[in-house]
């Protein structure tokens, strides 16, 4: 069996077998829970040191036919290339930080493991798809937990609002993206969503331009607004304000980044006339999340608030390196994915602990925790100046490899982009870490509990120690995005030959 079936059935057999236990075994679910997810980190680590760069194809590939029913065909097909194969792992070790920071969560615990790790299960399922029906459903077997513990385990007076947002924002989008995908069933040729199958036939007959004006904005803002692309954002502050630590996590670090993978697999190599006619676009959009999230997180006094709105805006550097269309614009979009992926999830567990041992993350209410918290303290000083895009932290790594492959393209889009992660998040970056941490103690925080035992600890030193990797050693996972980069972006400049040139060639090429 291939590595990668491993990954996505341990979490769903861990669930099932949760189901098993009896609701008031709470140390028994929570020890399963943490088993399952710590196998499924270790294998997605190992699949990631296994992966061999430069080779073609897929690997760990694994294909098994689902439904064949006339001119349909609908597979379970997985594998995974440079640029999976980081997300991957990357959804495998933040699940586990997940479980591991969800210690206090002890009403329904039994149901809230279970959708965590469905969770977990959807998303790994939907990088590893090879299949487009297969990545949307897996997709959206990770979307519905979200809405669900938001709903149950969420925090405030507004989490029922914050569900339904997250739920309106994100179904429409999927609706969208499903239209776009439908057309490019019936435009492609292939009888499938099987992206293989895709690629041969559109690579023989490619899509007219007339088909990829309406299959590529439809990609475009249907999986954008999944990752919260300027002027479709709203939803992700407040969704991330209310929802428990690991419903953040998991999706600002993980299921977020499910709508620039598809791009990068579908729209980009697929449609070239699409691409000619909306990356323009997209670097001016992507402005929006740049600035104008920027200067909000700046207004915010909601510790979750603000990493809200920093998420938004660092997910302006992965849209406009995929707007640049250049392998290092490319490359350094799945870097800052993967590094985004881990600051997120350290973010937010952070936040979580802040908000279960004061009951508060307005950040004028705080002050003087490092005092009292000084292994928190210091994780949460060293993820926010990661958050700045310091050298030495996968951050920076992967912005500046996209400003440096969008400076060609998008001169003015690039020193807007500087401008906002340098100055912008180093405002709201360092001025959180001065309301929380330093200043006078008050009374109130007398009694503040830090995180002593190794079990607590744990997972904010593995998040800490992904962003060093991985910012001291970029090459690990660029040498593995840079071949399948190149692919992309030479699909993506080619035009498609009318039926009149194509004629007229092969003609020529007669003797």
Not at 71 to 79: K, L, M, P, S, T
Not at 404 to 430: Q, S
Not at 461 to 488: M, Q, T, W, Y
Request: charged content about 10%; overall charge positive; hydrophobic content about 55%.
């Amino acid at each position: 069996m291939s590595l990668l079936n491993y990954i996505i059935l341990t979490p769903i057999i861990t669930a099932l077998a949760i189901l098993l236990i009896p609701a008031n075994y709470q140390f028994v679910i929570r020890c399963a829970a943490l088993l399952g997810s710590l196998i499924t980190a270790c294998f997605g680590l190992l699949a990631f040191f296994l992966f061999k760069a430069g080779l073609p194809g897929y690997q760990f590939e694994s294909k098994i036919e689902w439904v064949k029913l006339g001119g349909i065909n609908i597979n379970y097909h997985v594998g995974a290339d440079g640029i999976a194969i980081g997300l991957i792992m990357a959804a495998a070790v933040v699940g586990f930080c997940a479980v591991a920071v969800s210690w206090k969560i002890e009403k329904q615990s039994k149901m809230f493991y279970i959708l965590l790790l469905s969770m977990i299960t959807g998303a790994v399922g939907a990088f590893a798809s090879l299949d487009l029906f297969a990545f949307y459903f897996f997709n959206e077997l990770a979307l519905v937990p979200t809405f669900i513990t938001i709903g149950v385990w969420g925090r405030g007076e507004d989490r029922s609002y914050a569900a339904f947002k997250i739920t309106l924002y994100l179904t429409l989008g999927a609706l969208v993206a499903l239209v776009g995908l439908i057309v490019l069933y019936v435009k492609g040729g292939a009888q499938s969503l099987d992206i293989v199958d895709l690629h041969a036939a559109i690579a023989k007959t490619p899509l007219s331009p007339a088909a990829q004006a309406i299959i590529f904005p439809c990609l475009l803002f249907g999986f954008g607004t999944l990752v919260g692309l300027f002027p479709f954002h709203s939803w992700a502050p407040s969704g991330y304000g209310c929802a428990p630590s690991a419903t953040a996590m998991m999706h600002a670090g993980i299921l977020k980044k499910a709508g620039l993978f598809a791009l990068l697999r579908v729209a980009l190599p697929l449609m070239p006339e699409g691409v000619a006619r909306w990356m323009p676009v997209l670097a001016i959009l992507c402005v929006g999340n740049l600035l104008y999230c920027g200067f909000v997180a700046m207004r915010q006094r909601d510790l979750n608030l603000l990493i809200g709105n920093s998420s938004l805006a660092h997910m302006g550097f992965a849209f406009l390196g995929i707007a640049s269309v250049s392998v290092i614009g490319i490359t350094g979009t799945v870097l800052v994915m993967v590094a985004h992926a881990f600051l997120a999830a350290l973010s937010f567990a952070i936040s979580g602990w802040i908000s279960q041992d004061t009951g508060t993350l307005d950040m004028g209410k705080l002050g003087g925790l490092l005092k009292r918290m000084p292994f928190i303290g210091s994780v949460m000083i060293i993820c926010f100046l990661a958050g700045c895009g310091v050298p030495g932290f996968a951050n920076f790594a992967g912005e500046v490899t996209v400003l440096f492959g969008a400076w060609k393209t998008f001169h003015w889009v690039v020193a807007a982009a500087a401008w906002g992660g340098l100055v912008i998040g180093g405002v709201y970056m360092l001025r959180a870490i001065r309301s929380v941490l330093h200043g006078e103690l008050r009374s109130e925080w007398a009694d503040a509990h830090d995180a002593s035992s190794f079990w607590r600890q744990a997972p904010y030193a593995i998040l800490v120690l992904a962003l060093l990797v991985f910012g001291f050693v970029p090459n690990l996972l660029s040498d593995r995005v840079k071949p399948v980069a190149a692919e992309i972006v030479k699909q993506a400049t080619l035009k498609a030959a009318t039926p009149v040139a194509a004629a007229t060639a092969k003609v020529a090429a007669q003797p």
